[in-house]
Every structure is written in structure tokens, then in C-alpha cells.
């Protein structure tokens, strides 16, 4: 959610009695800085920063969530061992994001306080071994006993319920909240999300950092380098710097990078997302009674 979710969108969350999340990645210190303030004039209710560890200086970004004492943190991309201790010393919650039952297991033990699994179906970053969500989330709750949260092709209530039918306690959901008006993301941008339908996007580049992307001109791109058997450093150059700004904050839907999920083909309206966590409560439910109806009794 780099470049798409600021205090507008996590604000929004957070009111609409959903827990909303910054996307420290793409912000520069004195961004999330400014971010964390606005979001905590905004609503009353508890939010939360995603830090990915790949983040050049995440130091000064632990340094501003300590000091304005955001109360949850959800850390990704690297090892959770490094700074989960130090969080949780100051009271902070931390929620590790995985996508194997493996890397899970690894942050149960270094004492993270829930997890994300998430599963092939998710944009942007992505796991390696493409395993789907309907067959992490089980696997994962097997062996886990901290609580579970499912991810990666979550965008309805009916998602919401299979996820928990699958083993999970709680749900993420990224790309549905792309389409507001309150995320930060690019007009150009939310229009490609609402007009993608199934099959648009495809995950690539496992030699670096794996990532879900529309099937734009700059994808198109990369599959010709990859038929010319382009090495790690020729996709690291064709990649450069800046692509996911360039495309999702910026705009350029030809050049640039366009990370959204699977879930993309199931959305088609820009909405705010008040209404998308009612939408999302009430097909729960409605999903929830439809089981322990009839149909389902054997
Ligand atoms: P690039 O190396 O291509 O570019 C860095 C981008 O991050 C630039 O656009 C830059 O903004 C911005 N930025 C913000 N803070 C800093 C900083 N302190 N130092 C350097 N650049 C900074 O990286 P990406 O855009 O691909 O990824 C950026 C971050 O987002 C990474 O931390 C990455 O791990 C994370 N990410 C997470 C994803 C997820 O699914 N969780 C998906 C993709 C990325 P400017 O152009 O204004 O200089």
C-alpha cells in the first residue's frame, strides 16, 4: 500500500471501526513524521504504521513511532528479530507479515504479538513460493498459537468469512482501498484498479523483490527482457528508482510500477471507505447466517 495509503485512508479506517495503516515505506522521515501527526488529529481510535524492513532509515521511522506512540506496527520484508523487542518495550503491538508457514513459525519465536499470512493472490511484495492463500491460511493456523490474520485476495465480506472458515481471526485487506477517494494514490491510478479485471495482473521479478503488478507497458517491458534472458542487474536497471511513485502517486500508467492484487477484477467503483467497511461488515454477516442455513446442513 506504499504511495496509497496516508492518514486520509488509514484515518478513514480507523473511524469506520476498521484498523487503518500508514504505508511508511515510501515516506521519508519527516513524511511519516507529518503523517502520524495528522492521522492522530483525525481520529481518536487506534491506528497502525507498516514498516517495511528494507526501508533505508528505519530507525528514524521507530524513533517517530516511539515518540508519538502509534500502537500497533505491522513490520514486513526482513527479519522480525531485529526490532520486535524494542517496539514491545516501549507497549508497542507488533504484527509480523509473512507468506509461509515457515517465516511464521520464526516470528511466533521472536515474539511478535499476531501475524499476517499472505498469500500469492496479494499485490505488491510477494512471496517466493507463490503459495495461495486458501492453502497458507490452514497451514499457517496449524502450527501457530498467536492470533492470525489472512491476506491476499481479501475485498468482500465473502472473503472476510472464507478466510475465518480457513482458520484466520482476523483479515487485511490492502487493494480494495486503493479505490477511495480518501487513499493517496493517483486518480490515473485508482481508474486502472477499477477498470482491471481478472488476469490483468501477474507477479514478477523473483529475482529481486517479488511483486504483483498490472499488466501494463512497463510489465511488457520487463517480460521482453525476461525472453532475452536479462540478468538480476539488467532487471535492477530496467526497474531503476522511483518506478511504483512514478505510477502509483504520480500517474504514469505507462511507465510505471502498478502493485494491486488479484482481488483488482472484483472492483469497480471508486468508493469511500466508510462505506466499503460497512459493505464489508454487512456481507459478512449476511455470509455468516447463509451457512447456518439449510443449504448447509448435511
Ligand atoms: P525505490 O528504491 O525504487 O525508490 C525509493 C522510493 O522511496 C522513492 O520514490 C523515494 O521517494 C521513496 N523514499 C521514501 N523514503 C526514502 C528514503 N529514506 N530513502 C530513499 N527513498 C525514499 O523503491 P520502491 O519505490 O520500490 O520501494 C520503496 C519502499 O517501499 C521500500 O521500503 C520497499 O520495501 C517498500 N515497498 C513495499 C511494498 C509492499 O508490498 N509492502 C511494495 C513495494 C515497495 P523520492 O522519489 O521522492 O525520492
Same mark, same amino acid.
Given at each position: 500500500?506504499?504511495?496509497?495509503?496516508?492518514?486520509?485512508?488509514?484515518?478513514? &479506517?480507523?473511524?469506520?471501526?476498521?484498523?487503518?495503516?500508514?504505508?511508511?515505506?515510501?515516506?521519508?522521515?519527516? &513524511?511519516?513524521?507529518?503523517?502520524?501527526?495528522?492521522?492522530?488529529?483525525?481520529? %481518536?481510535?487506534?491506528?497502525?504504521?507498516?514498516?517495511?524492513?528494507?526501508?533505508?532509515? /528505519? %530507525? $528514524?521511522? /521507530?524513533?517517530?513511532?516511539? $515518540?508519538? $506512540?502509534?500502537?500497533?506496527?505491522?513490520?514486513?520484508?526482513?527479519?522480525?528479530?531485529?526490532?520486535? !523487542?524494542?517496539? *514491545?518495550?516501549?507497549? /508497542?503491538?507488533?504484527?509480523?507479515?509473512?507468506?509461509?508457514?515457515?517465516?511464521?513459525?520464526?516470528?511466533?519465536? !521472536?515474539?511478535?504479538?499476531?501475524?499476517?499470512?499472505?498469500?500469492?493472490?496479494?499485490?505488491?511484495?510477494?512471496?517466493?513460493?507463490?503459495?495461495?492463500?486458501?492453502?497458507?491460511?490452514?497451514?499457517?493456523?496449524?502450527?501457530?498459537?498467536?492470533?492470525?490474520?489472512?491476506?491476499?485476495?481479501?475485498?468482500?465480506?465473502?472473503?472476510?468469512?472464507?478466510?475465518?472458515?480457513?482458520? !484466520?481471526?482476523?483479515?487485511?485487506?490492502?487493494?480494495?482501498?486503493?479505490?477511495?477517494? +480518501?487513499?493517496?494514490?493517483?486518480?490515473?491510478?485508482?481508474?486502472?484498479?477499477? %477498470?482491471?479485471?481478472?488476469?490483468?495482473?501477474?507477479?514478477?521479478?523473483? +529475482?529481486?523483490?517479488?511483486?504483483?503488478?498490472?499488466?501494463?507497458?512497463?510489465?511488457?517491458?520487463?517480460?521482453?527482457?525476461?525472453?532475452?534472458?536479462?540478468?538480476?542487474? +539488467?532487471?535492477?536497471?530496467?526497474?531503476?528508482?522511483?518506478?511504483?511513485?512514478?505510477?502509483?502517486?504520480?500517474?504514469?500508467?505507462?511507465?510505471?510500477?502498478?502493485?494491486?492484487?488479484?482481488?483488482?477484477?472484483?472492483? %469497480?467503483?471508486?468508493?469511500?471507505?466508510?462505506?466499503? &467497511?460497512?459493505?464489508?461488515?454487512?456481507?459478512?454477516?449476511?455470509?455468516?447466517?447463509?451457512?447456518?442455513?439449510? *443449504?448447509?446442513?448435511?
Amino acid at each position: 500500500m506504499i504511495w496509497c495509503s496516508g492518514w486520509e485512508l488509514a484515518s478513514a &479506517v480507523s473511524n469506520a471501526g476498521g484498523l487503518g495503516i500508514l504505508g511508511s515505506g515510501s515516506m521519508y522521515p519527516e &513524511v511519516l513524521e507529518d503523517q502520524v501527526i495528522k492521522c492522530k488529529a483525525a481520529t %481518536d481510535k487506534p491506528f497502525a504504521v507498516n514498516l517495511p524492513m528494507l526501508y533505508p532509515d /528505519i %530507525d $528514524k521511522h /521507530i524513533e517517530t513511532i516511539i $515518540k508519538h $506512540k502509534v500502537p500497533i506496527v505491522f513490520t514486513s520484508a526482513g527479519n522480525p528479530k531485529t526490532w520486535t !523487542a524494542h517496539l *514491545k518495550s516501549h507497549g /508497542i503491538t507488533v504484527v509480523h507479515v509473512v507468506s509461509s508457514v515457515k517465516f511464521a513459525l520464526k516470528a511466533q519465536d !521472536a515474539g511478535v504479538d499476531a501475524i499476517v499470512a499472505e498469500g500469492f493472490e496479494a499485490g505488491g511484495h510477494n512471496g517466493r513460493d507463490e503459495t495461495t492463500t486458501l492453502c497458507l491460511i490452514p497451514m499457517v493456523a496449524k502450527e501457530l498459537s498467536i492470533p492470525l490474520i489472512a491476506a491476499g485476495g481479501i475485498g468482500t465480506g465473502r472473503g472476510m468469512l472464507a478466510a475465518m472458515n480457513l482458520g !484466520a481471526d482476523a483479515v487485511q485487506i490492502g487493494s480494495r482501498f486503493v479505490a477511495t477517494p +480518501e487513499s493517496s494514490a493517483h486518480a490515473n491510478f485508482k481508474k486502472v484498479v477499477v %477498470d482491471s479485471k481478472e488476469g490483468d495482473t501477474l507477479l514478477t521479478l523473483k +529475482e529481486l523483490t517479488p511483486v504483483r503488478l498490472v499488466k501494463n507497458e512497463f510489465f511488457h517491458q520487463l517480460e521482453k527482457a525476461y525472453e532475452n534472458c536479462a540478468s538480476p542487474e +539488467e532487471l535492477t536497471a530496467l526497474l531503476g528508482r522511483g518506478r511504483a511513485k512514478k505510477g502509483m502517486f504520480e500517474g504514469d500508467i505507462v511507465e510505471g510500477e502498478l502493485e494491486i492484487g488479484q482481488i483488482v477484477g472484483l472492483i %469497480d467503483e471508486i468508493k469511500p471507505a466508510a462505506e466499503i &467497511v460497512a459493505e464489508l461488515l454487512t456481507e459478512f454477516k449476511a455470509a455468516l447466517s447463509e451457512q447456518q442455513t439449510e *443449504k448447509y446442513q448435511f
